[in-house]
Structures are given as C-alpha cells and as structure tokens.
C-alpha cells in the first residue's frame, strides 16, 4: 500500500510540474527581447499601456502567449491555431487563394494583426490580443518550416532521433530513452537548435543583439512584407540543406544550423521593432 501511495503521489506530481519552458520558448523570447530594445519611446510607451495588466508586461513575456492558449482558453487557441504557419507552393511563392484561404495563415495574421494593432478605434483588449500575436506570428514566420512547402506538415512528419543531454519538455519525457530523444525535424527547429547552445534567454539575447550593428532598414518595414519573410524561410529549407540525410542526429547538425536559427531570430527581432514603430508611433 505504502508504494503504492508513493507511485500514486509521483504521478501527481508529474502531472502538475507545469512546463519548464511552452513551446519554443526560448526563441520566441528573445524575439520579444531584442525587439523591445530597439523601440522608439512612442512606441515602447504604447505598449506599456496596452500590456499593463499582464502577468509580465513585456514583448518577451507575452511572445509565447498565443502558444499558451493551448493550456489557457482552448476554444481560441482552436480559432487561432491555423495562424502560425503556412504550405507555401513549391516554388515558395505566396498564392493566398491558394495556401492561405480565408486568411487562415501567418502571412494573412501578419498583416491584419498590425492592422487592428495600429487602429485607435479598436477597444483596447483586442489591440492588446493582436500586440501579442504579432510578437509571436513575426517569430514564428522566421521559423522556416513554419513557412515549408512539402507535404509534412511543416517537417512534423519527418522523424529524428536525437542522441542528446538536453532534457526535453515535460510533455516529451516519454520520448526521451537512454539519451536519445524521439522527435522530429520541426521540434528540431523550434526547440533543440537553440536549446543546445545552453544559454539562458536573457544572456542570449543579449549576445545576438550585440553579435554585429543594428542594420538600418533601408525602407520602412510593413506588414506587406510578411509574404517575402515566409518565401526567404521557404526558400532556405533547400538551399541550406536543412533536411538531413538520414533520421538520426547529434549535435553536429545543431551546431552546424545553429547560426541561420540565429540569424533568423535577429532578422524577425529588428523587423519585428521597425514594424512596431511603424505601427505605433505615426
Ligand atoms: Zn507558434
């Protein structure tokens, strides 16, 4: 009886130990980090007065909020859940009628998110909602197999096995067996390309943003430029080779990609600021 009511006490405790980290965490919070050092004082101004009230009212500590709905309010997660990612046509070009239907995708959220954001006539929960889908949708298009174009659900279908002393989140301990770890190559991208550098979010962010100059954009960024951002995630798949040959990997492979994953949070950071500023201060 008595280990009996130990297992059940463990079981417990294994099923309210709340995630460690939601879903690729990590990166998009440095996203919302970096972004948020490069804002105007207008803009920075109007996000503090639509995040006040937030459990931690910053671009970091809400960027992964529209993941969270999976946990917190399961209806609008199910409404919003299409609005991550996007098929593009295998020529990684963007066919809204085609692979974005009803507006149903990143691309499409990009741009109607920045609109009710920028509109003052919205009440202010929804412009809050929509501040705090942006910072995560900017991410997320940069992710390039939330913006793929084959036919595996955003290399979701493509299985890893991945010998690795990273921990993996608590939802896939069951998955993790003598140090290799069953996965796939989106949960690759997402998770253990940034994971593996083992750094905190905070001092990552700090080393990214301080990796080389803030590059000027040479126009202002908008959210008509969100279909360009989903194509260059598209068009790096191939021409960065990041479908392995086989299905077992090790840190080369992380190591070996790990500069593009942080390029492509810098890159989605600084435009992510720019169109913020755009948005909010004219
Ligand atoms: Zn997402």
């Given at each position: 009886?008595?280990?009996?009511?130990?297992?059940?006490?463990?079981?417990?405790?294994l099923?309210?130990?709340?995630l460690a980290?939601?879903?690729?965490?990590?990166?998009?919070?440095?996203?919302?980090?970096?972004?948020?050092?490069?804002?105007?004082?207008?803009?920075?101004?109007?996000?503090?007065?639509?995040?006040?009230?937030?459990?931690?009212?910053?671009?970091?500590?809400?960027?992964?909020?529209?993941d969270?709905?999976?946990n917190?309010d399961?209806?609008?997660?199910?409404?919003?859940?299409?609005?991550?990612?996007?098929?593009?046509?295998?020529s990684?070009?963007?066919?809204?009628?085609?692979?974005?239907?009803?507006?149903?995708?990143?691309?499409?959220?990009?741009?109607r998110?920045?609109?009710?954001?920028?509109?003052?006539?919205?009440?202010?929960?929804?412009?809050?909602?929509?501040?705090k889908?942006?910072?995560?949708f900017?991410?997320?298009?940069?992710?390039?197999?939330?913006?793929?174009?084959r036919?595996d659900?955003?290399?979701?279908d493509?299985?890893?096995?991945l010998?690795?002393?990273?921990?993996?989140?608590?939802?896939?301990?069951?998955?993790?067996?003598?140090?290799?770890?069953?996965t796939?190559?989106?949960?690759?991208?997402?998770?253990?390309?940034?994971?593996?550098?083992?750094?905190?979010?905070?001092?990552?962010a700090?080393?990214?943003?301080?990796s080389?100059?803030?590059?000027?954009?040479?126009?202002?960024?908008?959210?008509?430029?969100?279909?360009?951002?989903a194509?260059?995630s598209c068009?790096l798949?191939?021409?960065?080779?990041?479908?392995?040959?086989?299905?077992?990997?090790?840190?080369?492979?992380l190591?070996?990609?790990?500069?593009?994953?942080?390029?492509?949070i810098?890159?989605?950071?600084?435009r992510?600021?720019?169109?913020?500023n755009?948005?909010?201060?004219?």
């Amino acid at each position: 009886m008595k280990t009996f009511t130990r297992l059940l006490v463990a079981a417990c405790l294994l099923l309210i130990t709340p995630l460690a980290l939601a879903w690729s965490n990590l990166g998009h919070r440095m996203v919302g980090d970096i972004a948020e050092r490069h804002l105007t004082p207008a803009a920075h101004a109007q996000v503090a007065e639509l995040l006040a009230g937030e459990p931690e009212p910053t671009l970091a500590g809400v960027a992964s909020w529209a993941d969270e709905l999976r946990n917190d309010d399961p209806e609008y997660f199910k409404r919003s859940s299409r609005w991550h990612y996007i098929k593009m046509t295998a020529s990684c070009a963007y066919e809204p009628e085609q692979n974005c239907p009803n507006g149903e995708c990143v691309v499409a959220q990009i741009e109607r998110q920045t609109a009710l954001l920028g509109d003052r006539s919205q009440p202010l929960a929804a412009r809050r909602d929509a501040l705090k889908f942006l910072v995560h949708f900017v991410g997320d298009v940069h992710q390039p197999f939330h913006s793929g174009y084959r036919d595996d659900k955003g290399a979701n279908d493509f299985q890893i096995s991945l010998t690795t002393d990273i921990k993996p989140e608590a939802y896939a301990r069951s998955r993790y067996v003598d140090g290799v770890m069953g996965t796939n190559l989106h949960s690759i991208w997402d998770y253990y390309v940034l994971t593996s550098r083992k750094l905190d979010a905070k001092t990552y962010a700090d080393l990214l943003d301080s990796s080389s100059p803030w590059p000027t954009p040479a126009k202002p960024i908008l959210a008509t430029d969100a279909p360009a951002w989903a194509g260059e995630s598209c068009r790096l798949i191939d021409a960065r080779h990041l479908y392995p040959d086989g299905h077992k990997m090790d840190i080369g492979y992380l190591d070996a990609q790990r500069p593009l994953a942080e390029q492509r949070i810098r890159q989605a950071a600084y435009r992510l600021a720019a169109l913020l500023n755009e948005t909010l201060t004219n």
